[in-house]
């Protein structure tokens, strides 16, 4: 037999640590760890010094002369190849990423798509404009690339995939490296 009386909460439980929220990835951050995973011709994806600014880290992708046409990598922040949730909703559908390309007029795809479950994902593409320089691209994902699932603003996105040359193979391109920088909202 067991009796009890006056049961009283003596501190409060501590507070789930809050999410992380949403940083611009600049390569910068020494408390951060960035990770590149390329893929299909892009697996020569690494954190570099800037070529035109040495005080600024940014990711070098190696495109191979055998790249597929699909040839991409993932950016993460945090474990499963993550970031932070991504703030998109109805009303902000956009992200920039500030790239360098040796060649102007090639297509950049940016993907984002939820790590739980990675059918879960939008694609939209962006035009370079210029060579051999940095210029930010802007990708709306309200206006979905042709055959790829449509921007379902109640889905959490945690995962940026970026595609250079997007659609062209490497035997067409040739070897080619691209950098990009500052990933934002």
């Known amino acids: 037999t067991f009796q009890f009386d006056d049961i009283q909460q003596v501190s409060e439980c501590p507070a789930a640590p809050p999410a992380p929220s949403f940083e611009p990835i600049t390569f910068d951050d020494p408390a951060v760890t960035y990770t590149l995973r390329g893929f299909n011709g892009a697996e020569d994806s690494t954190v570099v ?4 600014d040495p005080t600024n880290n ?3 992708v190696n495109r191979a002369a055998d790249a597929a046409t699909f040839a991409g990598t993932v950016v993460s922040t945090g474990p499963n190849e993550t970031i932070p949730v991504i703030p998109l909703d109805a009303d902000n559908t956009t992200m920039n990423v500030r790239v360098w390309s040796p060649v102007a007029g090639i297509q950049v795809r940016l993907k984002i798509e939820n790590s739980d479950n990675p059918a879960v994902s939008v694609e939209t593409e962006a035009t370079t404009t210029v060579a051999s320089d940095w210029e930010t691209l802007t990708f709306d994902f309200a206006n979905q690339a042709a055959g790829t699932p449509a921007f379902d603003p109640a889905a959490s996105y945690d995962r940026p995939v970026i ?3 997007f659609g062209v193979d490497g035997a067409t391109a040739g070897a080619q490296t691209f950098y990009f920088d500052d990933i934002d909202v």
């Open 58 to 60: 940014v990711a070098q």
């Open 49 to 52: 010094q800037d070529p035109t």
């Open 163 to 165: 595609f250079f040359n």
